[in-house]
């Protein structure tokens, strides 16, 4: 039976391959040449276009921090008026009794991990790092589309939930049956 050896290292070789390509062809950095060059896609978007897609007309609507917090911040359309949202993370303790629902997002490494978090009012605070669904409405601050504005809620509900298993997926899982 003879075997041949040969093609191992090879092969192992060749998984490489991709990877170097990516190092000596990878682009310039993207930064602030490409938003330089683009100025096509940097005007305001036009009245009837939102970044934002219009949320459900009713009944509660299960959004996540990342979803929530730029609606909160950046949609001057305002599709967060007038919906009870429901959002969850864990307890992030603030400044005089202040306190937020937080998510980690992590997009390749601990290292760069993001803080999504979004002020509660209107609900005693849980202790830290428990994990909690809180229903509520959107709590406008600051001027909206400018960086004074801050994701807040005010909660109608706060309720304890297990950690889930994966933390740093900030999605909305789609239910079956919805």
């Known amino acids: 039976g003879g075997h041949d050896h040969s093609q191992g290292p090879r092969i192992a070789w060749l998984l490489y391959v ?21 100025e096509a896609k940097t005007k305001a978007p036009t009245a009837g276009d939102s970044l934002f897609p219009a949320l459900p007309r009713s009944g509660i609507v299960e959004l996540s921090l990342n979803d929530f917090s730029s609606r909160a911040v950046w949609d001057t359309d305002g599709t967060l008026k007038g919906h009870t949202v429901r959002l969850t993370g864990f307890v992030t303790p603030g400044r005089h ?12 490494c601990a290292a760069d991990a993001t803080v999504r978090k979004v002020r509660v009012h209107g609900a ?5 790092d428990a994990w909690v669904t809180v229903t509520g409405t959107w709590h406008p601050t600051g001027k909206v589309g400018t960086d004074d504005a801050s994701p807040a809620l005010d909660a109608t509900s706060v309720k304890r939930v297990p950690a889930p298993k994966d933390p740093y997926n900030d999605a909305v899982a789609s239910r079956p049956g919805r």
């Open 97 to 108: 009794g202040t306190w937020y629902v937080s998510r980690l997002a992590i997009s390749c």
């Open 124 to 128: 005693a605070a849980p202790p830290a």
């Open 18 to 38: 991709p990877a170097l390509t990516i190092l000596f062809l990878a682009p310039p950095a993207l930064g602030s040449y490409t938003a330089a060059r683009d």
